[in-house]
Each structure stands twice: as structure tokens, then as C-alpha cells.
């Protein structure tokens, strides 16, 4: 099975430079973590804690995933997950 | 250096007035590569705040994906600082991660005075730059 993964400018220094990557996994904790097997430190830049980084966009074909499971939203062959780091800022 | 028409230059200004005092905030995409601003895509704050600005994560998936359709990427990101100098704060250098792009602030905090500046934010590390007015987009 295999997840096509669109990486970000930002990222892509943990993967050769490379815009997308692919990966296998039944859900989308289990892919981010099957890419650092390869991509070593990418997971970190996405994850903490608490789940995926607040100023971290990730999603699943054309759905943010923080309105399906976050990190337990199941992936499947064929789908597309995009990072895109937020956009935001402000005063302080 | 920015170089960005005058045109461009006052939609950001007129932009960042309409939201005061909320904080606005958008992107100008130009082809890939080029370093020209060209195409004025305001954005939403989907924070609505005075203090912090946000783009809307659907919203921003559907700008990037049509700027990856057309090559195009995001020359400048743009904000308003709504009671502050035109400065990047803290969190404006920690969330920035367009490295290629230019980050214009205006802030609206006096009326009658204009303070439109650019930066260039990667690693951290923020460095003014100059400002060069065009007569016209080419």
C-alpha cells in the first residue's frame, strides 16, 4: 500500500529535497511514523505530545484532519496527505 | 529587496485599513522562480483578532494547491500589526515558513501615518530589506 506524502520548502530538508515522498501505514499516526523510519526528525517537526503540532496543517485528500481522527485517522492505498506549516502570526 | 508595484503596495495598505483593528493578512503569488510579486490573494483571519492572525487551513490548501496548478508560489505573506510598529514579533519569526518569501508588515496604529516594511524571515534569523515601488506590475 502506499500513501503519497506533499512536503512542504520548509520540510524538505528531511527528505533529500524531495516535494513528496511515499509511505505505508493504516492510519496516519502509523504513516508519519513509518516516513521517519526514512526520513529521520520529520515526525518530530509534525508531532508532540499532545498529537499533531498546533501550526501544522495536515490533510487527508481534500479534508483537514483535525475534523476526521487527527492522528488516528486511518489512511488508505492511493490517498494524498499534504503538510502545510500554518500561516499566522501576531502581536507578541 | 522587494520590488513590488505601487498598485500592489496600496491593496496591502487598503487591506490592512479595512480590517483595523483586526489584523489582516494575505498572500501575493508570483510565477515560480521569478521573485515578482504578481497576483493579490487577500486571505481571511480566521482568528478575527487584533492581536494574532491565522489563515484558514482550508482556505490556505486551496491557495497553495492553485499557486502549485499555475507554478506559481508566494512571492510576499503579508500582515498588519494593528497597535505595534511594522515589526515582525516573536511569533511572526517562529511561525514563518515560507523561507523564499518576503514578509511585508504594515501596521495601522496611527491614522494618518503609513509604515509599510519587509522582511526576509528564514532560520529564525529576521532581516529588514528595501522596498523598491514600481510604477506598474510587469
Same mark, same amino acid.
Given at each position: 500500500?502506499?500513501?503519497? +506524502?506533499? #512536503?512542504?520548502?520548509?520540510?524538505?530538508?528531511?527528505?533529500?529535497?524531495?516535494?513528496?515522498?511515499?509511505?505505508? =501505514?493504516?492510519?496516519?499516526?502509523?504513516? &508519519?511514523?513509518? &516516513?521517519?523510519?526514512?526520513? =529521520?526528525?520529520?515526525?518530530?517537526? &509534525? *508531532?508532540?505530545?499532545?498529537?499533531?503540532?498546533?501550526?501544522?496543517?495536515?490533510?487527508?485528500?481534500?479534508?483537514? +484532519?483535525?475534523?476526521? =481522527?487527527?492522528?488516528?485517522?486511518?489512511?488508505?492505498?492511493?490517498?494524498?496527505?499534504?503538510?502545510?506549516?500554518?500561516?499566522?502570526?501576531?502581536?507578541? | 529587496?522587494?520590488?513590488?508595484?505601487?498598485?500592489?503596495?496600496?491593496?496591502?495598505?487598503?487591506?490592512?485599513?479595512?480590517?483595523?483593528?483586526?489584523?489582516?493578512? =494575505? +498572500?501575493?503569488?508570483?510565477?515560480?522562480?521569478?521573485?515578482?510579486?504578481?497576483?493579490?490573494?487577500?486571505?481571511?483571519?480566521?482568528?478575527?483578532?487584533?492581536?494574532?492572525?491565522?489563515?484558514?487551513?482550508? @482556505?490556505?490548501?486551496? +491557495?497553495?494547491? $492553485?499557486?502549485?496548478?499555475?507554478?506559481?508560489?508566494? *512571492?510576499?505573506?503579508? %500582515?498588519?500589526?494593528?497597535?505595534?510598529?511594522?515589526?515582525?514579533?516573536?511569533?511572526? #519569526?517562529?511561525?514563518?515558513? @515560507?523561507?523564499?518569501? %518576503?514578509?511585508?508588515?504594515?501596521?495601522?496604529?496611527?491614522?494618518?501615518? @503609513?509604515?509599510?516594511?519587509?522582511?526576509?524571515?528564514?532560520?529564525?534569523?529576521?532581516? @529588514? $530589506?528595501?522596498?523598491?515601488?514600481?510604477?506598474?506590475?510587469?
Amino acid at each position: 500500500m502506499a500513501v503519497e +506524502v506533499r #512536503i512542504p520548502t520548509i520540510l524538505r530538508s528531511y527528505t533529500g529535497g524531495a516535494k513528496s515522498v511515499e509511505g505505508s =501505514g493504516g492510519t496516519l499516526a502509523e504513516l &508519519l511514523s513509518d &516516513l521517519d523510519s526514512r526520513h =529521520g526528525g520529520l515526525q518530530e517537526r &509534525l *508531532v508532540d505530545q499532545g498529537g499533531l503540532r498546533r501550526f501544522v496543517n495536515v490533510y487527508l485528500n481534500d479534508e483537514d +484532519v483535525r475534523f476526521l =481522527g487527527g492522528l488516528t485517522t486511518p489512511v488508505k492505498d492511493g490517498d494524498t496527505v499534504t503538510v502545510l506549516p500554518a500561516v499566522a502570526g501576531g502581536r507578541a | 529587496m522587494l520590488t513590488i508595484s505601487a498598485a500592489l503596495r496600496a491593496r496591502i495598505v487598503a487591506h490592512a485599513r479595512a480590517d483595523h483593528p483586526d489584523e489582516a493578512c =494575505g +498572500v501575493i503569488a508570483g510565477p515560480a522562480g521569478s521573485d515578482r510579486p504578481q497576483r493579490f490573494i487577500p486571505m481571511d483571519n480566521a482568528e478575527r483578532s487584533p492581536t494574532f492572525y491565522r489563515f484558514d487551513s482550508m @482556505e490556505q490548501l486551496r +491557495v497553495w494547491r $492553485e499557486m502549485d496548478d499555475r507554478d506559481e508560489e508566494p *512571492v510576499v505573506i503579508y %500582515h498588519s500589526h494593528t497597535a505595534t510598529e511594522a515589526y515582525p514579533s516573536r511569533t511572526d #519569526i517562529s511561525y514563518a515558513s @515560507e523561507p523564499g518569501a %518576503h514578509y511585508v508588515l504594515v501596521s495601522t496604529r496611527d491614522p494618518d501615518k @503609513e509604515e509599510f516594511r519587509s522582511f526576509r524571515i528564514a532560520g529564525g534569523v529576521v532581516t @529588514e $530589506e528595501d522596498v523598491e515601488v514600481v510604477a506598474a506590475p510587469e
